[in-house]
């Protein structure tokens, strides 16, 4: 519970590494910055199995380390779908053991290399057994968003090899304006259902789950600008709305079982708890 890995995706792709959860060392994060010619590159997200085996999505790229961060090889390129003039955008990553993972995605559809189209943008599910060394569609799903809208990736999580959760943004570019859905899968990703949540107009900024029942969603309220955390304890049927007053923007959650947990919000202020946020 103390060693831990935490990276910037916002200044020059900075990873840190604690082993007392109290100080923090610089890792020497080996490998090109800006490589990436469809966007900025950065850190979006990072999944560990144990000390020194994990992975990280960097602009939508799915890099492996075997020595704790020191050095990363790239396994799986997201700006390529073979065959078409399409592209997998990745932001999220989870592995459960050293072989099984799965990546979340969305594929946007364009009329040029350089011009994108929120066209009905894809949903999809990457799967590998092999710790990702392969990756392969394991599901895929059109009509989330309209013609005027796209899917944004945020998160996706596995409880355990057959119960995941996931989430996704839906950015309308006509009136500006986002909401968020939460995806359940019981089926180890081959099909996901919509978890339904207590209130409309939602974008979620990160969700957190420490077994198949026990988990939290945070974010805000897009028509009143006011931010929430709700608490499930049947895996997301039904849910209890938890003090959010002192929220500024929340921006992650994470536990480490049902009782010890930490919000991260704005600005650069971690808060914890040690009664599962009641």
Known sequence: ENTGLIGSSFNDDLLFRTNDGETWEKVDNKHLIGDNEYGTSRIYEMTFVDMNTGWKVYSSDIYRTSDGGQNWTKQFVGQNRPGQNQTYFVKSIHF????????????????????????????????????????????????LSGETAALEPVKIFFSNSQIGFCSINIRDY???????????????????????????????????????????????????????????????????RQNAAFLDGPAGIDFVDENLGWIATGPAIILSTTSGGE
């Not at 189209?117 to 895929?140: A, I, R, Y």
């Not at 897009?222 to 929430?228: D, Q």
């Open 96 to 143: 459960n053991d050293a072989l099984e993972g799965w990546a979340l995605a969305v594929n946007h559809y364009y009329e040029t290399q350089s011009a994108m189209e929120p066209d009905n943008s894809e949903l999809l599910v990457l799967h590998t057994s092999d710790g990702g060394t392969t990756w392969n569609e394991q599901f895929s799903q059109t009509g």
């Open 174 to 240: 006509a009136s500006w304006k986002m909401n968020s859905i939460l995806l359940k899968t019981s089926d180890g990703g081959a099909s996901w259902s919509e978890i339904i949540l207590p209130e409309e107009n939602i974008h979620i900024a990160d969700f957190e789950f420490v077994n198949d029942h026990i988990g939290w969603v945070i974010g805000s309220n897009t028509a009143n600008e006011t931010s929430f955390i709700y608490k499930t304890t049947d895996g997301g049927m039904t849910w209890v």
